[in-house]
Nanobody
């Protein structure tokens, strides 16, 4: 069992930056691929980014490439999402995710995720 707790959400103006953090605990969380999904109001939950257990492999949705950067600190069992050049369309609840393999994460679908955090709200004003 892996527990995921997000932090760092908030309110920011368009063009600004935020950094989300997610602390993972339980089981062998350091061996999991960690990542982020988001759900905008009235929309389905979508893949944002993922990082392999070693940190050597990363994956991004086209909508955030070049603006968001995912990283992890295995000593702290924490994954980060640095979000720059934020746009109003980035407004969403951001969920931290854990998948037991990199392959599952590359499916970029909810069924590839085994554990979910409770989410943190990011609001970007125009």
């Amino acid at each position: 069992q892996v527990q995921l707790v997000e932090s760092g959400g908030g309110f920011v103006q368009a063009g600004g930056s935020l950094r989300l953090s997610c602390a993972a605990s339980g089981g062998t969380s350091s061996t999991y691929t960690l990542g982020w999904f988001r759900q905008a109001p009235g929309k389905e939950r979508d893949f944002v980014s993922a990082i392999s257990s070693s940190g050597r492999n990363t994956l991004y949705a086209d909508s955030v490439k070049g603006r968001f950067t995912i990283s992890r600190d295995n000593a702290k069992n924490t994954v980060y999402l640095q979000m720059n050049s934020l746009k109003p369309e980035d407004t969403a609840v951001y969920y931290c995710t854990a998948s037991s393999t990199w392959f599952l994460a590359t499916l970029v679908e909810e069924y590839g995720v085994e554990y979910w955090g409770e989410g943190t709200l990011v609001t970007v004003s125009s």
